[in-house]
């Protein structure tokens, strides 16, 4: 199974600031990598996938890169409603998910 | 508006089994590979199963492996998930998902349910 790390578990910062959460797979999964934010109490929404590719209606503000084991999401300018647990998912072998990390806020 | 809308959650003693349903509207089902995710209380998400959009295709995640059934009835467009020999480590909501390829298991999720309550408890 591929084991999908992301860092940091939390997170918090400021309307505008920006941050990024990296996640790390055990092995390679070439650009199968998606990001998800989930809100308390509602269903994941799918913000990219291919590592990079931008979900219609997604902000732009929300950006990914990387290749292989390491992959980043960037938020570039943070909005009060980005507040949300974030996900990565490999799609490389089966699927698997990273343990999230919440972003709250100042 | 596409839509996924999950059923037959509910209360089960360690060793139950329980069948869940997925219906899907507004979307050709029969040509998207379809996944089952969970979360557990206050826990991160767990892929489960995935089927590819012919029937044909099955995959687990390890920890259900033996014990989960993924199917589905494209004339009905449904999806199902099977659950046997559950036990209280199977606690979660559990949640039906569009893979965004029509090939079989895996790939990104782009449409999701609301999710469907199983609590595994004596």
């Known amino acids: 199974d591929i084991q999908m790390t992301q860092s940091p578990s939390t997170l918090s910062a400021s309307v505008g600031d920006r941050i990024t959460i990296t996640c790390r797979a055990s092995?390679?999964?070439?650009?199968?990598l998606a990001w998800y934010q989930q809100k308390p109490g509602k269903a994941p929404k799918l913000l990219l996938s291919?590592?990079?590719d931008l979900q219609s209606g997604v902000p732009s503000r929300f950006s990914g890169s990387g290749y292989g084991t390491e992959f980043t999401l960037t938020i570039s300018s943070l909005q009060p409603d980005d507040s949300a647990t974030y996900y990565c998912?490999?799609?490389?072998?089966?699927?698997?998910f990273g343990q999230g990390t919440k972003l709250e806020i100042k | 508006e596409v839509q996924l809308l999950e059923s037959g959650g509910g209360l089960v003693q360690p060793g139950g089994s329980l069948r869940l349903s997925c219906a899907a509207s507004?979307?050709?089902?029969?040509?998207?590979?379809m996944s089952w995710v969970r979360q557990a209380p206050g826990k991160g998400l767990e892929w489960v199963s995935g089927?590819?959009?012919?029937?044909?295709?099955?995959y687990y995640a390890d920890s259900v492996k033996g014990r989960f059934t993924v199917s589905r009835d494209n004339s009905k467009n449904t999806l199902y998930l099977q659950m046997h020999n559950l036990n209280p480590g199977d606690t979660a909501v559990y949640y039906c998902?569009?893979?965004?390829?029509?090939?079989?298991?895996?790939?990104?999720?782009?449409?999701w349910g609301q999710g469907t309550v199983v609590t595994v408890s004596s």
């Open positions: 998902a569009r893979e965004t390829s029509s090939a079989s298991c895996c790939d990104a999720l782009d449409i």
């Open positions: 507004r979307f050709s089902f029969s040509s998207s590979a």
């Open positions: 089927i590819g959009a012919s029937n044909t295709n099955t």
């Open positions: 092995q390679s999964v070439s650009s199968w």
């Open positions: 291919g590592a990079s």
């Open positions: 998912q490999q799609y490389n072998i089966h699927s698997s």
